[in-house]
């Protein structure tokens, strides 16, 4: 036996062996748009026979692309798990960094993920999608520190959190012309400008954001954002 075909035949447990799977699953379809992945394919990128793939997933490539995004969703929503403490945007500028990190490692099946392209796009993939964006919302609401958000600060975070996937996504159709962490402040900026414009109306957004300012540092992205802002609104004096 070749040093080669060794793994194929390596006994592993039944959890490890579905991991070593699901593994090989994510990464071939983390480059590659469902209907271009077989079967065959995760076989071969996890150095095992096709029946064995069949034996962990007898759904087949169905199976398999819904297990793997399983996966996938467990890794985006651990992007926004954040400890509640410091500065708000310095919070969120981390959990952005690694979410467009896990973006533009996965790029082309993230893409056909959140566009729900493909033949592998059921009502079952599109809830594990949704679950991701409600477990976001309520991740980013429970560092507002809002007990019980009303329905503008709730769509203020949702309308939000669309922007960032829709970025996404032109950052990767656009072939990554931004640097990530010019993208990352960009989206960063957006928030807090929106929070802003909520609170203008929204008196909870409002007392969330004056709370949230106290703890923010002049050097921080807030202060770097009000200090670039206010050159640019100099000349609207006469809108007062």
């Not at 500028?93 to 996965?106: K, N, Q, S």
């Not at 008196?203 to 004056?210: D, G, I, K, N, S």
């Amino acid at each position: 036996m070749s040093p080669a075909t060794t793994p194929a035949y390596r006994r592993l447990s039944v959890e490890a062996r579905r991991v070593q799977l699901l593994d090989a699953a994510l990464g071939l379809f983390a480059h590659r748009v469902p209907e271009d992945v077989s079967v065959d394919d995760v076989a071969e990128a996890a150095g095992v026979s096709r029946p064995l793939v069949y034996r962990y997933f007898p759904g087949g490539k169905q199976q398999l692309y819904e297990a793997a995004l399983g996966t996938a969703a467990d890794a985006l929503r651990a992007c926004f798990d954040e400890p509640p403490a410091g500065p708000l945007t310095e919070r969120l500028g981390r959990a952005l960094a690694r979410y467009l990190t896990f973006v533009d490692e996965h790029a082309t099946g993230f893409s056909a993920l959140l566009q729900g392209s493909g033949v592998a796009a059921t009502s079952r993939t599109g809830a594990i999608v949704d679950s991701v964006r409600l477990s976001a919302a309520e991740q980013i609401l429970s560092h507002l520190e809002v007990e019980a958000p009303g329905p503008r600060l709730r769509m203020m975070v949702r309308v939000w959190i669309a922007a960032v996937e829709a970025g996404s996504l032109i950052w990767l159709d656009e072939g990554k012309e931004l640097p990530t962490d010019e993208l990352c402040g960009m989206l960063l900026d957006h928030f807090i400008a929106l929070t802003v414009a909520t609170a203008a109306t929204d008196p909870q957004t409002a007392e969330v954001l004056e709370n949230a300012l106290g703890l923010e540092r002049p050097e921080g992205p807030a202060g770097a954002l009000v200090r670039r802002v206010l050159p640019v609104l100099g000349g609207a004096g006469h809108l007062l």
